[in-house]
């Protein structure tokens, strides 16, 4: 087989290698046949170009014009002309594709189901990347930097999956890397004849490309450092601390089967609620103490979702800004409505990362260190410059608002622009939406009326059933599923609820954060992460926006919402009560014993981070920060390992000598090693000043430089043959003449690559061969020497 052959092989199956680490994201993953078939097609359409031969543009042009004949083919047949040429309407389709693909990444956890748009964004992502990766291995023949194409494709893999992608995938991906690297190399071996083949060095058999043998012996060394890089590249990040995530780590165990510890990544809160719920140990994500007598209704808001085009429920695009001292007074909220502030201290787990803060809604003062800002439609706070959750402790005032029935009875009508925007619905809303909600609220007179039909009708009367194994999904065809099927978990009920009362014009959004958490007996309340949930907010004009909940089993109604009592009593009171204390301690006693809810919480011991534990100092010990900035700095310096030695092996070569002839022959050398790290490689059959001439019309060299390289051929030829050598000056001078011609005749990345990767390196690994060659020679002849002769 061709070198050309070869690289188009390994190119093929580096990026499918590559590509396999995104098959936990989708479920089922039969997206990987079709993206083989198109990556071969790819590499077809390009071993076909490049005979002809065609310009390596117009090659480039082929195969992406393949590609794109084939996804038409695949994904918008009926749209294209005569089934297979792509116009307008295919390129509308896919766009129309694309965008339902992106909603789907935002709507599903892992692993998503095989939508088309899912589909279509891998099969194409794949595809571009195999484009990209055999243009630069193949056509262009450099096979180095078509290793940032197949890193992207295993980085996005990487980061989506939350772990899923783990070590199997990278080796995976890796290795094939490794053999495009390898063919590309056996491949220049081949071209440079005797140099690699080793017989003038070794005299070995076999070793040598003038016996007509391949070169065996470069791609055996090849393939034992590919392992040993491989296997470094698995050991470090597990012996040096604080290196477990990155491209091979799950970045934490928290989305993991039980997993104790790590991280628990929630920048979405959609796309993780469900994974939380399924949790098998609720392990805790935050810790409070509040003055609240009844924490029952406290519940803590991330983010407010309040645009529904269809296929997901989103957070709008809004401006931010800094976080005021007060916070404005809550829109639409009346003076003459109940409220009291309450004040929480909250204290998050160091394993909780999230970029949005959990706090008690409405708040009106947040007290809290780092980078955050304000979102003033949603009331949130969002982390700014990578600001996140984890470990924070912070004072939130909230006002505990109680409206009475009859005030939301008699709310009049929202403002104008208010209604209009959350009262939009999607044209593909399917019409039993609305009409189940008609039929549902048959009779209510008013809003509020109607809002407490439809949470009783989805928590009592309904016959729904709370499961949290239940397919997600939050778009209008989830919906009428859910109201068919009438099983599902939180995000069902609340996105379903808010549908239904948008359509009967009421104003509404969703909420995600958590529930109010389980109180301990040291008076804080632990915060599970199966705590996670999602609830409608309706707005009332008088009251502002005002929770409800529909999801049966979980959390609790408004007491504005329930029936009452024969006895006309009311629910207890989240107001504070007199003898509590107006800024409550952050930090949790540490109880004598361990319950078994504070145990199943991750309460006790080392997990305590917002408990008991979360006064004592979290720093990471001197020692471990030592061994880690020795870690990076070791990864750092990996890459310039070639330019060091390389720098030095010229310092040595260029210094002084105490034997004239010696320094010439190493001046000599240097010159050579420059002009192969240059891209002319070495010579040695040739005389000095055959090679001279050879180094001046390959190197494409000045004048000046032309007349350096032949002062110091002849300056080796008279050390090597004349009886009475003079000795030479200047060759340090000249070496350096002859240094600046090459650079300054080689191309932009020519230049990159001699100093960052010379060629010439190469001759550590022959010195390492020869060394262990004849250490191994040694010990077999002492070995020899140790045994008994036979007779």
């Known amino acids: 087989m061709s070198g050309r052959g070869r690289l188009t092989l390994a190119a093929f199956g580096a990026t499918l290698t590559a590509s396999a680490a995104l098959l936990p994201l989708v479920k089922p993953a039969t997206w990987i046949l079709t993206a083989a078939i198109l990556l071969g097609l790819q590499s077809a359409v390009g071993t076909v170009t490049r005979r002809v031969p065609l310009a390596r543009p117009l090659t480039i042009a082929a195969q992406a014009l393949v590609t794109l004949l084939v996804l038409t083919v695949v994904f918008a047949r009926e749209q294209a002309l005569l089934g297979v040429l792509p116009g307008p309407d295919v390129l509308a389709s896919f766009g129309t594709l694309f965008q339902a693909g992106v909603d789907d990444v935002g709507t599903y956890a892992i692993p998503a189901p ?82 690699f083949g080793g017989a003038q060095r070794s005299g070995r058999p076999g070793s040598a490309a003038g016996e007509g043998g391949p070169v065996f ?79 029952s209704g406290l519940y803590l808001r991330l983010v407010a979702l309040d645009q529904f085009d269809g296929t997901a429920w989103k957070s709008s695009v809004r401006p931010i800004e800094d976080v005021p ?7 639409g909220l009346a003076q003459d409505v109940q409220s009291a502030e309450v004040t929480t201290n909250l204290v998050a787990s160091t394993a909780y990362k999230q970029k949005w803060l959990p706090m008690p809604y409405p708040a009106a003062k947040v007290t809290i260190p780092g980078n955050w800002r304000y979102e003033p439609a949603g009331r949130m706070l969002v982390g700014d410059n990578g ?92 919906i009428s599923r859910f109201l068919k099927d009438r099983e599902g978990f939180c995000v069902h009920f609340s996105f379903s609820m808010a549908a239904m009362a948008r359509s009967l014009g009421i104003p509404a959004r969703v909420a995600v954060g958590f529930m109010p958490g389980t109180p301990q007996t040291d008076g804080a309340v632990s915060v599970g992460i199966r705590d996670a949930h999602a609830w409608p907010e309706l707005y009332f004009e008088g009251t502002g926006w005002t929770r409800f909940e529909p999801t049966p089993s979980r959390g609790t109604a408004p007491e504005w919402t329930r029936e009452r009592s024969s006895g006309g009593s009311a629910a207890p009171s989240a ?99 420059t002009a192969w790290d240059y891209g002319v490689a070495p010579d040695e059959s040739r005389t000095p000043r055959k090679t001279a001439a050879r180094l001046v019309r390959e190197g494409e060299l000045g004048q000046d430089a032309a007349d350096a390289v032949h002062r110091v051929a002849r300056a080796v030829e008279e050390s090597l043959y004349a009886p009475n050598p003079r000795p030479a000056t200047g060759l340090t001078e000249q070496a350096d003449v002859i240094r600046r011609g090459l650079h300054a005749s080689a191309g932009r990345w020519g230049r990159v690559r001699a100093v960052l990767v010379p060629r010439s390196v190469v001759r550590v690994v022959w010195a390492a061969r020869a060394r262990w060659a004849a250490l191994r020679t040694t010990l077999t002849t002492r070995t020899r020497a140790l045994l008994p002769h036979r007779p």
């Open 114 to 195: 095989n939508t088309p748009g899912i589909r279509l964004l891998l099969v194409s992502g794949v595809a571009v990347v195999g484009l990209l990766v055999d243009a630069l291995a193949v056509t262009f023949r450099s096979a180095a930097p078509a290793g940032l194409p197949l890193l992207a494709l295993y980085s996005v893999a990487a980061g989506l999956s939350g772990g899923g992608a783990g070590g199997l995938f990278f080796l995976l991906a890796a290795a094939g890397y490794l053999l495009l690297l390898l063919a590309e190399g056996r491949d220049r071996l081949s071209a440079w004849g005797r140099v």
């Open 217 to 295: 012996a470069p791609a055996r060394t090849g393939r034992r450092i590919g392992a040993v890089a491989l296997g470094i590249a698995l050991v470090v990040p597990f012996a040096l601390p604080g290196l477990s995530g990155g491209l091979l780590g799950s970045g934490g165990e928290g989305e993991g089967a039980g997993g104790k510890g790590g991280t628990i990544s929630a920048v979405n809160p959609l796309v993780s609620l469900q994974d939380n719920l399924r949790q098998p140990e609720d392990r805790e994500v935050l810790r409070y103490r509040t003055n609240a007598t009844d924490t």
């Open 325 to 331: 001292e007060d916070l404005p007074w809550p829109d």
């Open 387 to 478: 600001q996140n959750t984890q470990g924070v402790r912070y004072t939130v005032t909230s006002l505990d608002v109680r409206p009475t029935r009859e005030q939301l009875a008699e709310a009049p009508a929202a403002p104008d622009a208010l209604r209009r925007e959350y009262t939009r619905v999607p044209a593909s809303l399917p019409p039993d939406v609305k009409s189940t909600a008609l039929q549902v609220t048959r009779g209510a007179r008013n809003d509020y009326e109607r809002a407490v039909k439809l949470q009783k009708w989805f928590a009592e009367d309904g016959g729904f059933r709370y499961d949290v194994d239940v397919r997600s999904g939050t778009g209008v065809e989830a």
């Open 575 to 673: 107001q504070p009560s007199a003898g509590a204390s107006a800024q409550p301690s952050a930090v949790p006693s540490a109880s004598a014993s361990c319950t078994p809810q504070e145990k199943k919480l991750g309460g006790c011991g080392q997990d305590q981070a917002a408990g008991a534990a979360a006064s004592e100092d979290d720093d990471m010990p001197p020692l471990q920060v030592v061994l880690l900035c020795l870690g990076v700095l070791l990864v750092l310096c990996v890459p310039l390992l070639p330019l060091l030695w390389r720098t030095r092996v010229r310092a040595r070569r260029l210094g002084p000598a105490a034997d004239p002839v010696t320094r010439v022959l190493a001046v000599w050398q240097e010159i050579n090693d």
